[in-house]
């Protein structure tokens, strides 16, 4: 991998697992990340694959390799807290679709008294009301 071109090039799926796979070993960022891939390629721990196997892949552990595997891995280390961040998910009607009459009440009370009013069941209807899931991060 060609760190002038680690932008742009399309990294080899089994390398952005190797690197997934010792970031989620130890979630820490650059350089103790490439002190991990050391390790792991050291010790054959992604796959069996050792240091040959990687720089195949475009996985470079020397210094020549070293700014395109940063670039990678500061990709994945986005991509990765980006997914453990805490989201809440709002349900909204979607207004702009809805075309449905606002639905009547189910239940109705009995003659007004001083008593509590029983509440007698009317039919089941459902309604069809278009929404959207929206996911946005927490405390927004």
């Known amino acids: 991998m060609d760190s002038r071109h680690a932008a742009s090039e ?11 796979f010792c970031y989620r070993r130890r979630r820490v960022g650059w350089p103790e990340l490439y002190d991990e891939m050391c390790a792991v390629a050291g010790r054959g721990l992604f796959r069996g694959y050792n240091a040959d196997d990687l ?17 990678l891995s500061a990709r994945i280390v986005a991509e990765e807290q980006a997914l453990r ?21 189910i239940v109705e009370f009995s003659e007004p008294t001083t008593q509590e009013p029983i509440l007698e ?3 089941e209807r459902t309604f069809e009301v278009p929404v959207r899931l929206v996911m946005v991060p927490a405390g927004a």
């Open 10 to 20: 399309v990294p080899d799926p089994d390398a952005v697992e190797f690197v997934r």
């Open 55 to 71: 720089a195949e892949l475009g996985i470079g552990f020397s210094l020549f390799g070293m700014p395109a595997l940063a670039v």
């Open 85 to 105: 961040r805490p989201v809440a998910v709002m349900i909204t009607a979607d207004v702009a679709q809805a075309a449905v009459p606002a639905p009547e009440p």
């Open 121 to 123: 069941p009317r039919e």
